[in-house]
């Protein structure tokens, strides 16, 4: 069975853009979950989506957002880029989410906001 | 490869030996916790998983360990190989069914 899936895996931007990065869970997967990993403040939560609702949140800005389509697949968008968003986003998916059962982690996709 | 975290402690062992990796975790309603492994370049891979009803579990060269009196968690592995270099994170779910991760330790192993 293929594994957590992301694309792209390298991303340069510049501050004031957005961007978008997509993920494609394990093959019967419902939950995905992001989390955006930097030196300073470790792996963080960003949130959580089961059945195309976001069912979870961190504690990140409304300029991060996400969302789910029908076959499970998840996109997450960084409006108004700053340099502070230069981070590893990783996404993980899980047959039912967080409540319940082991999350699967993607090789994620490295943000780089100059 | 990518760099996880540029400061974080570090144990160093020598291939062979067993290594223990100790983590503290915050919240003593918690009730599930996981260690994963995260190599250069790669996402957090799933080690073995603990719940709050147990004090111990084992799995392929691996033991988790709990003490929720002092809210201690630390994974066991014997027989270090150099595969097992890479960072070890633990991670609690707490009440919310976040998971909250520690900042991480890197194992070197040494051949």
């Known amino acids: 069975k293929a594994g957590v899936t992301q694309t792209p895996r390298y991303l340069i931007k510049t501050r004031g853009q957005q961007v978008t990065l997509s993920c494609s869970p394990i093959?019967?997967?419902?939950?995905v979950s992001w989390y955006q990993q930097t030196p300073g403040q470790g792996l963080q939560f960003l949130f959580e989506?089961?059945?195309?609702?976001?069912?979870n949140k961190g504690n990140f800005p409304g300029r991060f957002s996400g969302r789910q389509f029908s076959n499970s697949r998840s996109e997450m968008n960084v409006s108004t880029l700053e340099l502070g968003d230069s981070a590893l986003y990783l996404c993980?998916?899980?047959?039912?989410?967080?409540?319940?059962?082991?999350?699967?982690f993607g090789p994620g996709t490295r943000l780089t906001v100059l | 490869g990518e760099s996880v975290g540029l400061h974080l402690p570090t144990l160093s062992v020598q291939e062979g030996d067993n290594s223990i990796i100790n983590c503290a975790y915050s919240?003593?309603?918690?009730?599930?916790f996981i260690w994963y492994k995260q190599e250069s370049g790669k996402g957090p891979q799933f080690i073995i998983d603990?719940?709050?009803?147990?004090d111990k579990r084992q799995g392929q060269r691996v033991t988790v360990l709990l003490n929720k009196t002092v809210k201690h968690l630390s994974l066991q592995i014997a027989a270090t190989q150099p595969g097992d270099s890479a960072v070890y994170f633990c991670?609690?779910?707490?009440?919310?069914?976040?998971?909250?991760f520690g900042s991480g330790t890197r194992l070197l192993v040494r051949p």
């Open positions: 993980a998916s899980s047959l039912v989410g967080l409540a319940s059962d082991t999350q699967y």
């Open positions: 093959s019967g997967h419902r939950s």
């Open positions: 989506y089961f059945s195309e609702t976001q069912r």
């Open positions: 919240n003593s309603a918690s009730d599930y």
């Open positions: 603990i719940r709050s009803n147990m």
């Open positions: 991670a609690e779910r707490g009440s919310s069914y976040k998971l909250i």
